[in-house]
């Protein structure tokens, strides 16, 4: 069994009048110029293929699909975003660092 996200890791109680504020907040996306986004090279389960992974964006999850969707167009190539993270097949990162700068976004290599 999981516990509940917003109970705050409440799991059971008998309290009758406790009430647990379920809590809906949109997560905003924060302006290009605000993101510091970090673009790894990830090798491990994947194969052995190697795979670009952008992390650190903050905003709505449409926001990261629309972003991933114009990577994959630039570079020419698959991918998929998953938890937050969008997912370029290959070593594509000198060709995102440079697409990212001209959406004015903040990038940044990491990683090994």
């Known amino acids: 069994m999981s516990k509940q996200k917003n109970s705050g890791g409440l799991v059971y109680s008998t309290n ?8 809906n907040e949109e997560l905003n996306t924060l302006e290009p110029g605000k993101q510091h986004l970090r673009v790894w090279l990830e090798k491990n389960h994947r194969g052995g293929k190697t795979a670009s992974v952008i992390k ?13 969707k114009t990577l994959k167009t630039k570079c020419g190539t698959g991918g998929s ?3 937050g993270e969008i997912i370029i097949q290959g070593d ?8 990212l700068t001209q959406l004015g976004y903040k990038a940044k290599k990491a990683g090994a």
């Open 56 to 68: 650190g964006f903050v905003g709505t999850d449409d926001d990261l699909e629309s972003l991933g």
């Open 92 to 99: 594509h990162r000198d060709k995102i660092m440079t697409i």
């Open 81 to 83: 975003v998953k938890e």
């Open 16 to 23: 009758k009048t406790l009430r647990i504020d379920e809590e």
